[in-house]
């Protein structure tokens, strides 16, 4: 059974929530464990919205934090009032936790094999792999990662170009952008990209009954019709635990990123730590693959 750590910026866009529903239905197939939930965008409604979901989905009592300082991202946060609303209303900031102390204890706290699933920004992933030994563990952030963390699938960045690319999760802000250099730099387990031109061709989610709380929140965002899936093919290739049995080839090496400008590249080396994913089947074999778990 996967157990699953999943971070994502639950704000200016919808393909978070679908991300989650795939990783939901996978825990009432007993396939996965949740361990735990972290939100790095903060917005007015997001912890509500996403204890609430959960609770729609059936899953109680998860472990949720939130980085109350990322405040910064900027766009409009379509969905996450009426999601809330819809799901009773029940939750606020007050019912999270501060992300570092929340990681490192779901970490320590595990026999090892923790998948970890990045749809966000990457900041809060950086400050674990920074952090210092504590009362939680006597490990640091590396070596925590090191020994627990089997993967971290992470989406973020554009290898179209492996010289040069840009995408939102590592450029938004100053904060994203050495983030993910911090994490290319310092995370210690193998990390597997899915980058921006994988997921935008890929339409999903416009299967959906209309009363369904996420084809709602699709429709608030929107996209009624489907979203571009980059969140929700990086959750369906995690929980396939690798590149070809989720359908794709990957391209080995290390990946950097420019902590200024949030800019990506790629070094091939086959001994790399870091892999980006590669689609060999039609858009229509991902969108299959998402869509008869929703």
């Known amino acids: 059974m996967k157990k699953i750590i999943f971070s994502t910026d639950w704000g200016t866009d919808c393909d978070d929530v679908v991300a989650l529903r795939v990783i939901t239905s996978a825990v009432r197939r007993g396939e996965a464990q949740l361990l735990g939930v972290v939100i790095n965008e903060w917005s007015e409604y997001a912890a509500a919205s996403l204890?609430?979901?959960?609770?729609y989905e059936g899953l109680h009592g998860?472990?949720?934090?939130?980085?109350?300082n990322a405040t910064d991202y900027g766009g409009v946060h379509r969905y996450q009032k009426r999601l809330a609303e819809s799901c009773g209303q029940k939750y606020s900031d007050a019912d999270c936790?501060?992300?570092v102390p929340m990681l490192r204890r779901l970490l320590a706290e595990s026999d090892g094999e923790v998948t970890v699933v990045e749809v966000g920004y990457p900041q809060c992933l950086a400050a674990l792999a920074e952090s210092a030994p504590?009362?939680?563990s006597p490990l640091d952030g590396q070596e925590l990662i090191r020994r627990k963390v089997t993967r971290l699938w992470q989406m973020a960045g554009n290898f179209v170009n492996e010289e040069r690319g840009s995408e939102h999760n590592l450029n938004v802000n100053a904060r994203c952008a050495r983030g993910g250099s911090v994490v290319c730099e310092k995370w210690t387990s193998p990390i597997t990209f899915l980058g921006w031109e994988v997921g935008a061709s890929v339409i999903t989610g416009d299967n959906l009954p209309a009363e369904d709380a996420l084809a709602q929140a699709m429709a608030d965002h929107g996209h009624p019709g489907g979203r571009s899936s980059w969140d929700p093919m990086t959750a369906c290739a995690a929980?396939?635990?690798?590149?070809?049995?989720?359908g794709y080839?990957?391209?080995?090496g290390w990946v950097?990123?420019?902590?200024v400008t949030g800019e990506n590249s790629f070094r091939r080396d086959p001994a790399g730590n870091h892999e980006y994913l590669v689609k060999i089947h039609s858009d229509a074999y991902y969108a299959a693959q998402i869509n008869t778990v929703l």
């Open 249 to 252: 080839t990957s391209v080995r």
């Open 256 to 259: 950097h990123v420019d902590p």
């Open 239 to 246: 929980l396939c635990g690798s590149a070809e049995a989720a």
């Open 51 to 55: 204890l609430g979901f959960l609770d």
């Open 134 to 136: 504590d009362s939680i």
């Open 97 to 99: 936790e501060e992300p």
């Open 62 to 68: 998860i472990p949720v934090a939130l980085d109350r």
